[in-house]
Every structure is written in C-alpha cells, then in structure tokens.
Nanobody
Framework: QVQVVESGGDSVQAGGSLRLSCTASGSAFRFNSFAWYRQAPGKRRELLAAISSSGEVDYTDSAKGRFTASRDNAERTAYLQLNGLKADDTAVYYC??????????????WGQGTQVTVSA
C-alpha cells in the first residue's frame, strides 16, 4: 500500500509564496508520476501540474507562470512552488501519485490535502 502526505499549506497575504511538498511512502514496484491538483470551495478539483518519472512537467493554464513543480526521486517527494499568490488561489491542494503495484497494476494514490488560504 502507498501513502501520500502533503504539507506546506498555510495562510498568507496576497503576493506571498509557499512551497508545498508531497511525499510518497509504502510498498510499490515503482513510483511513476506525481500530479498536483487543487479544489476551491464550491468548485471542482482541477489539475495544476503533472510530473513524469523523468521529471518533465506539464502545466495547465491555471498554474503556468506562477507555479513551479518538481520532484526528488531519491526522496519520493514532489514539490509545488507557489509564487505571487492571489485570493483566488485559496483552495485545498492535493497530490496524486501514480504507482505500479507488485501485482502489476497502475494505481493512483491520493493524499489528504493541504490548505492554502490567501488573504487580500
């Protein structure tokens, strides 16, 4: 079983920065990709960035320009640097890890989320 834990969320003022972390642990044949999502109150969960096993990052329009995603394979950790935060960035930020289990199946594992609150 794979566990995913996000951290780094906080309350900040507009224009501030935060660095979110996502650490995967547990047993899997291979840890593949990471992905960052967020869900604002009353809205659907939206994808922000996907990080491949080689470290390539694809961003959605919501993340381009202000957010930077990366990963450290040795630590099984992904990061999301949030800069120039706006009130609209207030949301719970989630991390999803795609892993190949020892049964040979690819599964997505989710963390519990970390709250980011931006005050104007």
């Amino acid at each position: 079983q794979v566990q995913v834990v996000e951290s780094g969320g906080d309350s900040v003022q507009a224009g501030g920065s935060l660095r979110l972390s996502c650490t995967a642990s547990g047993s899997a044949f291979r840890f593949n990709s990471f992905a960052w999502y967020r869900q604002a109150p009353g809205k659907r969960r939206e994808l922000l960035a996907a990080i491949s096993s080689s470290g390539e990052v694809d961003y959605t329009d919501s993340a381009k320009g202000r957010f930077t995603a990366s990963r450290d394979n040795a630590e099984r950790t992904a990061y999301l640097q949030l800069n120039g935060l706006k009130a609209d960035d207030t949301a719970v930020y989630y991390c999803s890890v795609n892993a190949t289990t020892y049964r040979g199946a690819e599964e997505n594992f989710w963390g519990q989320g970390t709250q980011v609150t931006v005050s104007a």
